[in-house]
Structure formats: C-alpha cells, structure tokens
C-alpha cells in the first residue's frame, strides 16, 4: 500500500491506475490518508477533462484518461464507493462520469460500449434515487448514461421506468425535480427506442401516466406531467400512439378535468393535448358525443382561455378548436 503514495501520478493513465488501486483499500480502519489521496486524484481528473483557470482541457490528455477509465472496472468502483466519500468528493466524481459519457477515443464514445457491457451499473444508479444523501449524485450519473441508446432502451425495457412514477412525487423536491428530469430525458431523447417502449407498453404506461401523474394531488406533478405528455403525443416519432391515446373517453376525460384547472399554466399545456382529441379525423363516437355533449361549456371556457404573452400559434389553434366543437353533431354507438 506504501507503494500508492510515493509520487503523483506522471500521466492521466497512471492516475487513473492509481485511483482505480486506492478505491480497493477506501474500506480500511484507518482509511484517511487514502480518502485524502482519493478526493485528490478525483480532484485532478475533474481538471484534466474539464480544464482549470489556467488552462482548456488538452484532448490528448482527456483521450488517454477516458480509455484507462473504462479499460477496467473503475467506473464500477467510483459508483460502489461513492457512499464512502465526502461531499466535495462525490460531486467532483459525479462532474467526471459527466463528462466521459462524451469523450470520443479516435472518433467513438468508449463509454457506450463499456455500459452495453455492464448494464446492471445502471440498477444500482436508479436505486440511489431512494438515498436522499446519494440522489443527486447518482442521478445525475444516471441521467448523463441514459445518453447512450442502448443504455435508455435497457432502462425502458425493464421495471425501473416503472419506478419513475414514484421517485416524481418524493417529498425532497429536489430529489423529485431530479427524477423528473431523468423521466423527461427517458422519454423524450432517443426517438426510435422511445416510439417502440410505448407502442409495446402503451396500456399499462398511460394508465399510470393518468392516475399516478396527470391525476396526482401535487400541483408541481400534474404541471411537469401535462407539459411531457404533450412533448410526447407531439413527437411525429410516436403519431400512432397518439392517435390511439386520443381516441379514448378515459383519456378525454382527465384532459378536460385539467382545462378546468385554476393554473393557467396547466390550462394552456393542457389545451395542447386537448386539441388533438378534436383535430382526429377519425374520431369515435363516444369521443364526439362527449364533446357535444360538454360543447357550450367547452366553448365558454376555451373562449376566456388566454397565455399571458400574445401567442398568434396559440390563438389560431385555439379558433380551429372552437370551429371544430361548434360544427360537431352527435354520432350513434355502434
């Protein structure tokens, strides 16, 4: 062990050996001068791919640190001990998983490849939302990994998406903003995985999307939750989920309760989905004979409904809204 302290490491390779070695001894009684060592190689990676005052990180030197990192297990390590190391520490770790997710060694992103490899990483990254000392940290690993699609269609595919609906609604709003955020990114950034996860999942996903988000009792989670599932239903990637998800009562229903809401900001994301029920050429009976049915409300309440910066988009698509409903006539059930 004496061995570890005897010179700072000549090359970013050789701190990344030596950081790799130090973690295997963080669990000593006396482990103080190894965390000392520790926060300080983490310290000198940080500055070797971010840069320092002095200096812009160098590509050469971030090229040799990103292909010793994931040449073995040091990513494994550095997420292991994560709980072992001090405040500064970890969110000087945390800056470095950052930031090699997006190192390219001779033009390819390494880190993809080592996660394709070692996908459970990512079990023990989301199980970190439910330590509130940890969350942060580790979710914004987690997040910055999920830029890698094969790694997003692993989480997609599995049961962790589910947990998602309740990591939105902890009581730590920063935690739950975190979570949120992640949730966003999941489903939102890698198109095709995203468009294949909910045509696959597309009953079970909305109907906890509804209950468990859209429906919450907290206000901060049906406003983020309105505003994603427009982002997502808006997405040309995912028209046939959309065009499915419009042509359900169940689903009309709660997008109604949400334009009655008495934040404008809901209200306006609302409408957003809103519209797609009535642009659907193809609508249902039953969804034609809700709105009929609701139509002198609706028109009344879509009439006062107004963004608080002029919006000509808005203002066009809310008039199509109102000639839609207005010339609706009530269908038969089959």
């Avoid at 295997?24 to 103080?32: A, F």
């Avoid at 880190?111 to 989301?126: F, H, P, R």
Wanted: aromatic share 8%; proline share 3%; net charge neutral.
């Amino acid at each position: 062990m004496k061995g570890l302290f005897k010179s700072k490491p000549r090359t970013p390779s050789d701190l990344v050996r030596q950081t790799r070695d130090l973690f295997l001894y963080i669990s000593l009684p006396d482990s103080k001068v190894v965390m000392a060592e520790l926060s300080r190689n983490i310290r000198d990676m940080k500055s070797i791919l971010y840069g320092n005052s002095e200096a812009e990180p160098v590509a050469e030197a971030c090229a040799q640190l990103t292909q010793e990192f994931f040449r073995e297990d040091t990513l494994r390590l550095l997420i292991t001990c994560l709980p072992k190391l001090n405040l500064e520490t970890r969110k000087d770790a945390t800056q470095v998983v950052a930031n090699l997710q997006r190192q390219q060694v001779n033009s390819k992103l390494i880190a993809s490849d080592y996660l394709e490899a070692n996908l459970d990483l990512m079990d023990v990254l989301i199980e970190g939302f439910e330590n509130t000392d940890l969350a942060l940290h580790y979710g914004a690993m987690f997040r910055e990994c999920i830029r890698h699609q094969i790694v997003a269609k692993y989480v997609l595919e599995s049961e962790h998406v589910k947990k998602f609906f309740d990591y939105i609604q902890l009581p730590n709003f920063d935690i739950a903003a975190d979570a949120a955020a992640t949730f966003k990114e999941l489903l939102t950034r890698h198109k095709s995985t995203v468009a294949e996860f909910l045509t696959n999942n597309e009953d079970w996903f909305f109907a906890d999307y509804n209950s468990k988000l859209l429906e919450s009792s907290n206000y901060i989670t049906r406003r983020q939750a309105i505003k994603l599932l427009g982002d997502i239903l808006l997405d040309r990637s995912n028209s046939a989920v959309m065009t499915k998800y419009v042509s359900s009562r169940d689903n009309l229903r709660i997008l109604m309760n949400l334009l009655r809401e008495s934040s404008k900001s809901i209200q306006i994301e609302a409408f957003h989905v809103f519209k797609l029920f009535v642009a659907n050429q193809n609508k249902p009976a039953d969804i034609v004979n809700i709105l009929v049915a609701n139509r002198s409300k609706l028109l009344r309440l879509l009439a006062d409904l107004k963004p608080d910066k002029e919006d000509e988009r808005f203002e066009a698509d809310k008039s199509q809204v109102l000639r839609e409903i207005a010339a609706l006539e009530p269908q038969d059930l089959a």
